[in-house]
Nanobody
């Protein structure tokens, strides 16, 4: 069955860095676009960064552009999010998600979701 498992979250001071990973199984990973979303308490789920199935294209929300980098390793079925210059407003649960035949940050288009990993920036 489809599984997406995030790891790498934690607590960091403002200005710090974290690298999130998402391990995928149960589907043909290289055929799926992937993305990272986040959700803070009381707020809607927000698209952070997306990457095409081939890894040839990426898109970012304005709030993280220039600070976060999304990447993928199709040989390892793994998605990454390198987060630099973290700010307190980046505090949220971060989710990875997968979708076929779509590239973007609309969460309603994504069919598979992980359980999330907490990122806290103080």
């Amino acid at each position: 069955h489809v599984q997406l498992v995030e790891s790498g979250g934690g607590s960091v001071p403002a200005g710090g860095s974290l690298r999130l990973s998402c391990s995928a199984s149960g589907f043909t990973y290289r055929q799926y676009a992937m993305a990272w979303f986040r959700q803070a308490p009381g707020q809607e789920r927000e698209g952070v960064a997306g990457i095409a199935a081939s890894g040839g294209g990426a898109t970012y929300s304005n709030s993280v552009k220039g600070r976060f980098t999304i990447s993928r390793d199709n040989a390892k079925n793994t998605l990454y999010l390198q987060m630099n210059s973290l700010k307190p407003e980046d505090t949220a649960v971060y989710y990875c998600a997968a979708v076929r035949l779509y590239f973007g940050l609309d969460p309603t288009r994504y069919s598979h979701w992980g359980q999330g990993t907490q990122v806290t920036v103080s």
